[in-house]
């Protein structure tokens, strides 16, 4: 039960109308590893700066995320500031510094390279490749991507697409990358691109997954108050791949649980700022959220 996650560990600016907060722990792969911590040994591969606090390196460990393959380098940590007004499912960017980001090349401790659970979090395809390109015999391979780089690295995005077997991709991207309105037609353009499992992740609209096999959708949890919804869709990718890297299978039963507790963990993740409250989020605690979301989602 182990799963290594190549992706940003970052430092955030946010605004929301509940707040602000300077200089969070932040980044796709700070989010992923939060919640897939809690079923499965996660294994972190980043890049942070010279600037970056010790004191989250110190949390990230204390929470049990391996970081033998996190680079510190000379320069600047990565940087994103960013705030939310009326719509609180889509976040404006302010500011962005890549700092180390920019030369980053993944390098695998030679303990973690026959890792077979992966999971590519939101970064250049061109590293998202070379990471996969480092791995020994991978067996399930997640990926995520964001507007950007389907803007502007569409071809290396694709070359990564077809060797994944699950594609997490938000309402908007899909429709980008696909080049189609209708979500569902979204969904199956992207299964031909090659991954054989499409999640579409549909904010406060919950989720929705494509494959040959089977059709399922499930909506979000629901939450009166979000305080912060900055990294909601890595933390449920890290529940999602978390789960699943516990499964000796890949049973329809397997990927539904799977996005439920995804789900789960999003819902957590946003009534918080940053990762306030994923960090202290327990087993026994989110399965009993979980049975109170199976009561409403019955019928």
């Known amino acids: 039960m ?49 600037d970056f606090p010790k004191r989250y390196m110190d949390f990230l460990k204390n929470k049990g995320i ?73 067996k399930l391979v997640g990926l995520d991507s964001m507007n950007y780089w389907i803007n502007n690295k569409r071809r290396a995005l694709l070359k990564v697409l077809k060797m994944a077997d699950i594609y997490l991709v938000n309402e908007g991207e899909a429709k980008a990358l696909s080049g189609e309105s209708n979500l569902l037609k979204a969904a199956k353009a992207l299964r031909r691109m090659g991954p054989p499992m499409i999640v579409v992740k549909k904010g406060e609209h919950g989720v929705m997954f494509v494959s040959d096999a089977f059709i399922f959708s499930l909506p979000a949890y629901p939450i009166d108050t979000i305080v912060d919804p900055t990294g909601a869709g890595d933390t449920f990718a890290g529940g999602f791949m978390g789960y699943l890297s516990g499964r000796r299978g890949l049973r329809e039963a397997d990927i539904k649980k799977a996005i439920a507790y995804g789900t789960i963990c999003a819902s957590f993740n946003v009534q918080g700022f940053g990762l306030e409250r994923t960090a202290v989020l327990t087993v ?3 399965n009993a959220r979980l049975a109170k979301f199976k009561k409403i989602v019955s019928f």
């Open 284 to 286: 026994p605690e989110m």
């Open 2 to 50: 182990s799963i290594i996650v190549l992706g940003t560990v970052a430092l955030d600016n946010v605004l929301t109308p509940c707040g602000a907060r300077k200089d969070m722990l932040g980044g796709s792969a700070s989010h992923f590893s939060t919640a897939a911590r809690l079923f499965s040994d996660v294994h972190l591969v980043a890049v942070i700066g010279e």
């Open 66 to 138: 391996i970081l033998n393959s996190v680079e510190k380098m000379p320069g600047l940590s990565f940087k994103w500031e960013g705030k939310y007004e009326g719509d609180l499912n889509t976040a404006i960017t302010l500011n962005t510094r890549l700092g180390v980001l920019s030369s980053f090349n993944p390098r695998v401790a030679a303990g973690e390279t026959g890792i077979e659970n992966v999971f590519l979090a939101n970064i250049d395809p061109d590293i998202q490749m070379r990471l996969l390109k480092a791995m020994r015999r991978p």
